[in-house]
């Protein structure tokens, strides 16, 4: 049933660190760009940010460039996301996805066919 599954989230105070880790038991990995997005009430799912297949090519939303930092294991079949400097309007459930297409490096929500169950991150004073 659940193949990805993320971990890391909890309440923490305007300022603080989080770390997320997905782990990808559902079959292929090293060869499919993984990515982070984040869903706030009555909004819709948005992109956070992308690793591809290699690692060597890195995306992120503007509004956590600078505070996030996305990277990858592929011996361990995990991709992390480190946040720095949170904000109140970080507040949001975190998902990780596989992307759909082999070697392929997007942004969108669409080109992502794998999704894990998310991780509720609340950033609050």
């Known amino acids: 049933q659940v193949q990805l599954v993320e971990s890391g989230g909890g309440l923490v105070q305007p300022g603080d660190s989080l770390r997320l880790s997905c782990a990808d038991s559902g079959g292929p990995f090293d060869n499919y760009a993984m990515g982070w997005f984040r869903q706030a009430p009555g909004k819709d799912r948005a992109f956070v940010a992308v690793i591809s297949w290699s690692g060597r090519s890195i995306y992120y939303a503007d509004s956590v460039k600078g505070r996030f930092t996305i990277s990858r294991d592929n011996a361990k079949n995990t991709v992390y996301l480190q946040m720095n400097s949170l904000k109140p309007e970080d507040t949001a459930v975190y998902y990780c996805?596989?992307?759909?297409?082999?070697?392929?490096?997007?942004?969108?929500?669409?080109?992502?066919?794998?999704w894990g169950q998310g991780t509720q991150v609340t950033v609050s004073s």
């Open positions: 996805a596989r992307h759909i297409r082999y070697r392929r490096t997007t942004s969108s929500s669409g080109d992502f066919g794998s």
